[in-house]
């Protein structure tokens, strides 16, 4: 059974902080390279970074240098610590294994929102 939970996502001024994290089922989990990924209303989903099975990441434009993406195996959680924050990043964050720029065509969660305004 897939499943897919994010949160930690909320209101923040620029230049803040937030971390979010993803429960993941196993299943999904144990054998996927994993990702973030936003999308704004009116937009395409969009790669935020992903994380290999073995831990290697990769960050999209400028998220690079400001965030941070992480994963547990052991608990099947997917985090990422979000530093420096721009109103730009304003979106909803869905955790899910990473497929391309606009992720998988398949299961999705319900996504956590990041809004970052003064």
């Known amino acids: 059974q897939v499943q897919l939970v994010e949160s930690g996502g909320g209101l923040v001024q620029p230049g803040g902080s937030l971390r979010l994290s993803c429960a993941a089922s196993?299943?999904?989990?144990?054998?996927?390279?994993m990702a973030w990924y936003r999308q704004v209303p009116g937009h395409q989903r969009e790669l935020v970074a992903f994380?290999?099975?073995?831990?290697?990441?990769f960050y999209q434009g400028d998220t690079k240098g400001r965030f941070t993406i992480s994963r547990d195996n052991a608990k099947n959680m997917l985090y990422l610590q979000m530093d420096s924050l721009k109103p730009e990043d304003t979106a909803v964050y869905y955790c899910?294994?990473?497929?391309?720029?606009?992720?998988?065509?398949?299961?999705w969660g319900q996504g956590t929102q990041v809004t970052v305004s003064s």
């Open positions: 994380i290999t099975t073995g831990g290697y990441t």
């Open positions: 196993g299943s999904i989990f144990s054998n996927n390279n």
């Open positions: 899910n294994k990473y497929s391309g720029s606009q992720g998988p065509d398949d299961y």
